[in-house]
């Protein structure tokens, strides 16, 4: 009888749904792939990453497009995609720098900051949405900026890893201060993180 239930909550998911499923499935994906890289240092897993992200980021664009062609918005929808962007745009941007070569112990300071703003940001949004939209129930605007622009950078990465500056060495190098190490590198996903959860920041969402 559980099990009945269990297929009946999947079956009772819209399209835009299984969509955001999707996003979730390629973050989860990426964080994997960046595990597997730090084992095997296998570059075909890094550029696993660097694939998989990109897909998370389409399968956002379109759920809720196809959910507002579908007319099938819903409360649901709105959760899923919250949870799925913490995997996709938070956790797995944040394991893919420590993949990457900020593993000290300012550098995980850091990256644990960085998700703790995107869940931060994501359950807001969630909060004052209804707050925030028109006549229509269109959000006029995001305030402080969408968890989705982390994967700016996850492009630095990517362009770092072309050139071959990953590891030991990543521009900026690495500071000792006190116990532990900091990667300089790692204050980009500090400012990203405070953007996320600023008041101050308006951007007209599309």
Same mark, same amino acid.
């Given at each position: 009888?559980?099990? $009945?239930?269990?297929? &009946?909550?999947?079956?009772?998911? $819209?399209? @835009?749904?299984?969509?955001?499923? =999707?996003?979730?499935?390629? !973050?989860? =994906?990426?964080?994997? *792939?960046?595990?597997? +890289?730090?084992?095997?240092?296998?570059?075909?897993?890094?550029?696993?990453?660097?694939?998989?992200?990109?897909?998370?980021?389409?399968?956002?664009?379109?759920? =809720?497009?196809? *959910?507002?062609?579908?007319?099938? $918005?819903?409360?649901?929808? $709105?959760?899923?995609?919250?949870? @799925?962007?913490?995997? &996709?745009?938070?956790? *797995?941007? /944040?394991?893919? /720098?420590?993949?990457?070569?900020?593993? !000290?112990?300012?550098?995980?300071?850091?990256? %644990?900051?960085?998700?703790?703003?995107?869940?931060?940001?994501?359950?807001? +949004?969630?909060?004052?949405?209804?707050?925030? &939209?028109?006549?229509? !129930?269109?959000?006029?605007?995001?305030? =402080?900026?969408?968890?989705?622009?982390?994967?700016?950078?996850?492009?630095?990465?990517?362009?770092?890893?072309?050139?071959?500056?990953?590891?030991?060495?990543?521009?900026?190098?690495?500071?000792?201060?006190?116990?532990?190490?900091?990667?300089?590198?790692?204050?980009?996903?500090?400012?990203?993180? &405070? *953007?996320?959860?600023?008041?101050? %920041?308006?951007?007209?969402?599309?």
């Amino acid at each position: 009888m559980a099990e $009945q239930r269990h297929f &009946s909550m999947f079956r009772s998911f $819209q399209l @835009a749904d299984l969509i955001t499923i =999707g996003n979730g499935f390629a !973050g989860m =994906g990426a964080i994997l *792939a960046a595990i597997k +890289y730090v084992a095997d240092r296998d570059e075909r897993f890094l550029r696993m990453v660097f694939w998989l992200l990109p897909v998370a980021l389409l399968c956002d664009f379109l759920d =809720g497009r196809v *959910a507002r062609w579908r007319h099938k $918005q819903s409360a649901l929808g $709105q959760e899923l995609d919250s949870l @799925a962007d913490v995997v &996709s745009f938070g956790v *797995a941007p /944040a394991v893919l /720098a420590f993949a990457m070569g900020m593993r !000290g112990l300012w550098d995980a300071a850091v990256l %644990l900051c960085f998700v703790a703003c995107g869940i931060s940001r994501l359950a807001r +949004y969630n909060v004052t949405a209804s707050s925030l &939209s028109d006549d229509a !129930g269109k959000v006029r605007y995001f305030e =402080g900026t969408p968890i989705p622009t982390s994967l700016f950078l996850a492009l630095v990465l990517f362009v770092l890893w072309q050139m071959g500056r990953i590891g030991d060495r990543l521009p900026f190098g690495a500071w000792t201060l006190g116990p532990g190490v900091l990667h300089p590198l790692v204050l980009m996903y500090a400012l990203s993180g &405070s *953007a996320m959860i600023s008041k101050t %920041l308006h951007i007209p969402k599309p």
